[in-house]
């Protein structure tokens, strides 16, 4: 990647704020090194509106939390403006998708708490303050407490703040995703018409979103993350002139392109990690191969869509079915793919359709429901870890488990997934787990078993 811009005089400018060759792990609660971030070079340069996508996990708060210095690549370097980054870059500042404001504070407080690190008068403080909160549409709500406003107007707060320290870079994490869709919009509109405008003082944004459509809509690059670990894949420039338009053809195309890539990097044409199916009367093998994870999904979420396939049968890609069940892109994808590993559906291109054991499936009774489910979980080399264990003792220490996940799947958190795991387990009536002994074992009576 070219990471360098020219001045107006022709000389190189290092980018406002880079990543070079980063990496970053982080220990688990369980005390396990969880590969987050590999080889990540993404750099900001000066007025550019970047955008990072990337499904749940993939590691863009990461990479945004080692921009702003929050956090430390564990190998590579974080650079602003081409110096090393020591701490917190106190050149950059972030909005949160929770506002992150202080409850006993007025608006106008609020926002001061984005010069407590500079040394001010009081004067230019106030002035500072003022401006942002001007800036933003905030002018008659200096005085008011964050629970007197809406959540669009939280968030105008939490814009102000970000801006009135006049950040070389301004970070979005989310910032949209907790405001209705109008307010959302409202509020994107604004920022870029603050963006485009000379003299805020605004000019290099980096944003991180779940959204393609919100990606499309503002950025003038976007960088869409591979997941575990999370790697660069797709970097795309984004010509569309502003305001765009997000019914033009040229608009849908660049979302299409985006989704493609997620939907092909995730669900692919040709998955089936269910290698090495145990032959009735052969020992279950626990042997290191490469093993698929599992979407980290509940239960009823994976039978609440099977229902809602069943029941719309023209829902029959992935964006509709988004749409229908009201979860953002990433998170279908995820629920369809838990569905597809397990062979209720399959996924030509960005289709979704029942397989013929899916069918089956939805159309049985609570019993013949668990007896498919347990025989396609039994099918998934990762249950070979616990079942394996679980023919040879009566039961297993869930730590002992986890570190076997772990090993298997440097990627992905041992305890969340052993957290699936044993949800699909339950279900399955092929295991179950006792929090107070942190033990797991095979449960005696499975029609007692039946549970989400
Ligand atoms: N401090 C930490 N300790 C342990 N694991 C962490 C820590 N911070 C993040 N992780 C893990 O790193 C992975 C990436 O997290 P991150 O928040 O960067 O992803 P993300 O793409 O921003 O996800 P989301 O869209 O859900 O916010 C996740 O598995 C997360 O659980």
């Given at each position: 990647m070219n990471t360098l811009n020219l001045d107006t005089h022709g000389s190189v400018k290092p980018p406002i704020a880079e990543l070079c060759a980063v990496n970053k792990s982080f220990i688990t609660a369980g005390g396990h090194e969880l590969k987050v971030l590999q080889d990540i070079d993404v750099a900001v340069h000066e007025g550019e509106l970047l955008a990072l996508l990337g499904q749940s996990g993939s590691g863009k708060s990461t990479i945004l939390r080692c921009l702003t210095g929050l956090i430390e690549p564990s190998s590579g370097r974080a650079l602003m403006e081409g110096q090393p980054l020591h701490?917190?870059?106190?050149?950059a500042s972030v909005v949160f998708q929770t506002f992150a404001?202080?409850?006993?504070?007025?608006v106008e407080q609020n926002v001061a708490v984005g010069l407590m690190s500079r040394q001010l008068s009081r004067a230019d403080r106030d002035a500072a303050v003022d401006r942002a909160i001007e800036l933003i549409g905030?002018?008659?709500?200096?005085?008011?407490?964050?629970?007197?406003?809406s959540g669009g107007m939280r968030q105008r707060v939490g814009i102000a703040r970000a801006l009135v320290s006049q950040p070389r870079l301004l970070c979005l994490?989310?910032?949209?995703?907790?405001?209705?869709v109008l307010t959302a919009e409202n509020l994107r509109q604004e920022l870029i018409s603050l963006w485009r405008?000379?003299?805020?003082?605004?000019?290099s944004i980096f944003m991180v979103t779940h959204n393609i459509e919100e990606a499309v809509e503002m950025a003038t690059r976007i960088v869409v993350l591979f997941p575990r670990p999370g790697r660069l894949g797709l970097v795309l420039d984004n010509p569309l002139?502003?305001?765009?338009?997000?019914?033009?053809t040229e608009f849908q195309r660049l979302v299409s392109i985006i989704h493609e890539c997620i939907t092909t990097t995730t669900?692919?044409?040709?998955?089936?990690?269910?290698?090495?199916?145990p032959q009735a009367g052969q020992p279950i093998s626990r042997g290191r191969k490469r093993m698929e994870s599992i979407p980290l999904v509940p239960v009823g979420q994976i039978l609440g869509l099977l229902s809602i396939l069943h029941d719309s049968p023209?829902?029959?890609?992935i964006y509709d079915i988004s749409d229908e069940i009201g979860k953002e892109f990433g998170e279908t994808i995820s629920l369809v793919k838990a569905a597809e590993i397990l062979e209720f559906i399959d996924t030509p291109k960005d289709e979704v359709r029942f397989t013929e054991l899916g069918q089956r499936f939805v159309g049985a009774d609570a019993a013949g429901k668990q007896a498919i489910f347990a025989e396609q979980v039994f099918k998934l080399r990762l249950f070979h870890i616990i079942i394996a264990l679980l023919n040879e003792h009566e039961e297993v220490e869930a730590e002992r488990v986890i570190k076997d996940i772990a090993s298997a799947l440097p990627y992905d958190s041992p305890e969340k997934v052993f957290e699936t795991m044993i949800a699909w387990g339950r279900y399955a009536g092929l295991m179950d787990f006792n929090t107070k002994t942190g033990m797991v074992f095979v449960p005696k009576d499975d029609t007692d078993e039946i549970g989400q």
């Open positions: 701490g917190v870059n106190t050149q404001l202080y409850p006993w504070l007025t905030l002018g008659n709500y200096h005085a008011a407490y964050p629970r007197e406003l994490d989310e910032a949209f995703s907790a405001l209705d405008t000379p003299g805020t003082g605004l000019s002139p502003y305001p765009r338009d997000t019914r033009s669900l692919p044409d040709h998955p089936a990690d269910l290698l090495d199916v023209e829902l029959s890609n």
